[in-house]
Each structure stands twice: as structure tokens, then as C-alpha cells.
């Protein structure tokens, strides 16, 4: 007989973005003439740059020739853009990595879900209060929670509040965590990490053989020159820290698909009887036996992304989008909301008016100004009372869909 794995069971329905579809659905039912405007779903809406669609024609070209033709490459990524991406994303900023502590991929998605597999499963999972519901659903299935209780949280995992009281960055926990996930700047809540805030949690990993797996998913959108980019701007982070990035924000890849890790050779894990091990060793040969590589193409569009002509087009779409989260922040603001997020990153965090909660206000929001947003409870039960909208989408949309929430 065959059985299945249990864990999937424990697994809550995806309810957040079903439920939105549902609502939206039902109203532009009951309403045919309305122009609904969403700006609830975390995806990019300009194009791919100019110089990422040349160096993908010129590699299609390529494998078009005997000698250009590329079968399998390296599981681990393509020199020219793990170079690439050392020379620029982390040597400017004092980091120094190897080309081996880098693990390109296709998608940060995989890749945080994918890092919990290495570690064992008696291990103390923590995650931020809301969160990106990934880190918490691959350890569901791994068995490192038990059920879910009534609040929808799963037994066997920390979780760590975030809200407006500690500028949504978390306390250390009083209990004693072993896998940290943090993912700044964030999604949902648009909130950055200084380096002491970040500092906190290293120096707690190193005196507590802890391990931090930071997403930095939106590091492109940081504006503000005191906020750190990479986790290992801290001292010591090397030694307990795994770093995930992804083009996808940064340069329009979410449906091209490309993304890295980096697994520093100074991070260790550590056996039962206490020996270390050289984790980075451990993920290569899980990698290198379960994927077999982001495309050629895909891989020399990923490296256009740091050529000076990529670097300045990638940057205006970035500018167009934080301009419409500045613009959105400022509507808000004269409404009198309490509005956070937007300046280092594309979303932006608001507080529901007049204690309403999460999904009162995307109804009032839907019917009286017919914008789609995310409801904050969506993310975790400490997003309870606030409301995501992101800043993706064409700059006279967003001026519209504020000039209407003046409306509600
Ligand atoms: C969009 C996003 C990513 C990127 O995922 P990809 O699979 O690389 O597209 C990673 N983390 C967070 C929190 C995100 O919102």
C-alpha cells in the first residue's frame, strides 16, 4: 500500500490569494462596468530591460551553432555570472566571497524552500509574524511542526511578531531557535534591517551555533546608503549565515527565472555529537544532485543585468517603481493613515482606519474604490489590522487607484 507523507496533511489551504481571487471575482460580477485596479500580488509589471533581451538573443543565436551550443553546464552556475555577481553585488560593499560559496539557481522560491532539506528535523524553526509563507510551509512538509492550531499557527515553530511597535524587525526570541529565517527589506511589511538590528541576530546565531537564513529578495530597492544590502555587511556573518537573492524584483526575471544562494565556506552545522560540518559541501551536493542548472540563456540575461547599460536600465525601473510607492505613501499619508514601507522597498504597509480588520478593509476597499490590495491577517495573525499594497504596476494606475481612496 502505498502511503502518502503525512506532513502534506497538516498543510493549511492556500487561502489568502484564492480567497482574494474569489472576492474580486464575485464583485466584478456584481459590478461589470467597475475598473478594478490590483495592486495586491507581489509580481513586476515592466518588461525586461534592453540589454538582458540582446545578451538572450545573442545567447539563443549561439545555441544555435555547433560551437556556441551549450548542453548541460555547471549545476552551480556559469563563471561569467557567478564573477559577475561577486564583482558587483558584494565586492563594492567589502564583502569578500568565493565563486564556490555561490549557488545560482532558478528562483529564490526554490531555494529558501529547498535549504531546510540539509539541516536536521529536530531543529527549532523561527520566522517573522507576517511572513512569506514558503519558510514556514517547506518545513510543515519536512515534519518539523506538528498541526496546525485554530489560529493557523503550526506547533514546533517560533514565530516572531512584527508590527508597528518594534518597526517590524523582531525581538530575539526567549526561547533558545536554531534555523532563523529574515527577510529584509520585507515582504509583506516593506521594512528594512540596519546593521545593528542585523548584528543583534548575528552575534545571537555565533554565541548560539544558530543559523540565520536571510532573504534579501528586495536588497535593490534599498535607497537609503545606511542600510545594508547583504548580511554578511555584519562581522562574523560568513560564519552563520545563508544569503538568498533572485533577479526577479531586481531586474524583471519572475517569469525568466534566475536567482542564487550563497553558502559561505565558513559556515558549519554541526552532528549529534557535536563535530562540524562544512555546510556549504552539503548544499553543494544537494544541488548538484537535484538541479541541474538555470539555463544558458537565462544565465547571460542574468549577467546583462551588470553591464553599465543593464545596471542604469534596471535602475530606472526600479526608480519607477519606488516613485509609485513614494507617491502612494504620500496619498496615504494626507488620507491620515499610518502608512510603512515603500522607501526600501515596493510595498507598502498600512494600518487598516478605526481598528478594522485585515479583510474588512480590502471589502471596503474593493467596493468603494474597486482596488485590489493584500490583507496583512494573509501573512501571519500579527498582520492582523494592516493592509499590503505594492507598488508594481504603471505610474498614471497607481495615481488613479489613490485619487479613489480618497473615496473610502
Ligand atoms: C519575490 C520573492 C522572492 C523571489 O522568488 P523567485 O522564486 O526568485 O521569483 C523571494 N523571496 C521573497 C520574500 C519574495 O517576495
Known sequence: MIKINENYLKLQAGYLFPEIGRRVSEFAENNP????????????TEPLCP???????????????????????PEQGYEFLTEAILANDFAPRGVKL???????????KCDTGNIQEIFGLDNIVAVTDPVYPVYVDTNVMAGRTSNATEGGRYGGIVYMPCTAENNFVPELPS????MIYLCYPNNPTGATATKDQLKKWV???????????????????????NIPHSIYEIDGAEEVAIEFRSFSKTAGFTGTRCAFTVVPKALKAYTKAGEAIDVNAIWNRRHSTKFNGCSYITQKGAAAVYTPEGKEQIRNTINLYMDNASRIRKALTELGYNVYGGQNAPYVWLQAPEGMKSWEFFDAVL?????????????????EGYFRLSAFNKPEIVDEAMKRFAKI
Open 33 to 44: 462596468d467597475a475598473d478594478i485596479i490590483k495592486l495586491g500580488i507581489g509580481d513586476v
Open 51 to 73: 540589454a538582458v533581451i540582446k545578451a538572450m538573443h545573442d545567447a539563443v543565436d549561439e545555441m544555435a551553432t555547433s560551437e556556441g551550443f551549450h548542453g548541460y553546464g
Open 98 to 108: 568565493d565563486k564556490s560559496e555561490i549557488f545560482i539557481s532558478d528562483g529564490s
Open 175 to 178: 526561547e533558545s531557535v536554531d
Open 203 to 225: 552575534d545571537y546565531a555565533r554565541e548560539n551555533k544558530a543559523l540565520i537564513l536571510f532573504d534579501a529578495a528586495y536588497e535593490a530597492f534599498i535607497s537609503d546608503p
Open 367 to 383: 467596493n468603494k474604490a474597486h482596488v485590489v490590495g493584500t490583507p496583512g491577517a494573509g501573512f501571519g495573525a500579527a498582520g
